[in-house]
């Protein structure tokens, strides 16, 4: 049996890295283009949604993998879509309630991860790295694109 690696997979880490962009992107084009900072603002609540939803799939995933679903695993794996789903869809004038809203799930999620066990060692890391980069675009964007 080959032991599990430390290192985070290459194509992992490159995905991650580039998935960033849909974060960092936003309130980079709100301040370079104000003509479009209400797009930005769409498109950055809009990608964050699918992230959380995302995260909180990958988790489902991992929990329905074993011979014995936890209920309450697969449950709370559901939450992070129906969050995501319930900010989305509130108007554009809560456009700061739905940033805020999609900060605080993607961070509740990073702590369900990093404390998660049965993950390989390298996951907390790359979450880690990607969870932060997710908020610092969130908290810039909620600067740079609401008003």
Avoid: C, N
Wanted: proline fraction near 8%; glycine fraction near 12%; avoid cysteine.
């Amino acid at each position: 049996m080959t032991p599990a690696p430390t290192k985070t997979p290459q194509v992992v880490l490159i995905y991650g890295l580039l998935g960033l962009s849909g974060f960092l992107g936003p309130p980079l084009v709100g301040l370079l283009a104000a003509d479009y900072r209400a797009l930005a603002s769409l498109f950055l609540v809009a990608y964050a949604a699918l992230i959380l939803s995302f995260l909180g799939g990958a988790r489902w995933g991992l929990a329905v993998a074993g011979p014995a679903p936890s209920p309450i695993t697969v449950s709370l794996a559901m939450l992070p879509t129906l969050f995501a789903l319930a900010l989305i869809v509130l108007p554009e004038s809560h456009r700061l309630w739905q940033i805020g809203g999609l900060a605080a799930g993607l961070a509740l999620q990073w702590i369900w991860d990093i404390r998660a066990r049965g993950l390989p060692d390298w996951y907390p890391r790359l979450r880690t790295t990607l969870s932060g980069g997710a908020l610092l675009g969130l908290i810039v964007g909620a600067f740079t694109l609401t008003g």
